[in-house]
Nanobody, 120 residues
Framework: QVQLVESGGGMVQPGGSLRLSCAASGSISVIYTMAWYRQVPGNQRELVAT???????TYADSVKGRFTISRDNAKNTVYLQMNSLKPEDTAVYYCNTYALTNWGRRGEYWGQGTQVTVSS
């Protein structure tokens, strides 16, 4: 199994910054893609940013130029630096990974989520 533990959420004023972290642990053989999603109650979960093991990144149009995803492959950790935060960025942020376990199982895994609230 693969466990993902997120940290770094909280409340910030509009224009402020937060940095989310997500550490993967467990019976991991290979981590392919790591990503961040977010969800507002009543809405579908939305892809925010992805980072491949090779260093390629993608972003939702709504966060381009404000958010930066990065990975520390040695630590199996992914980060999301969020700058110029807006009230519409308020959501529960989830870490996601697609990985190969030591038992040869490929699968998608999710963290428990961390709340980000942007409000004055």
């Amino acid at each position: 199994q693969v466990q993902l533990v997120e940290s770094g959420g909280g409340m910030v004023q509009p224009g402020g910054s937060l940095r989310l972290s997500c550490a993967a642990s467990g019976s991991i053989s290979v981590i392919y893609t790591m990503a961040w999603y977010r969800q507002v109650p009543g809405n579908q979960r939305e892809l925010v940013a992805t980072a491949t093991s090779g260093g390629s990144t993608t972003y939702a149009d709504s966060v381009k130029g404000r958010f930066t995803i990065s990975r520390d492959n040695a630590k199996n950790t992914v980060y999301l630096q969020m700058n110029s935060l807006k009230p519409e960025d308020t959501a529960v942020y989830y870490c996601n990974t697609y990985a190969l376990t030591n038992w040869g199982r490929r699968g998608e895994y999710w963290g428990q989520g961390t709340q980000v609230t942007v409000s004055s």
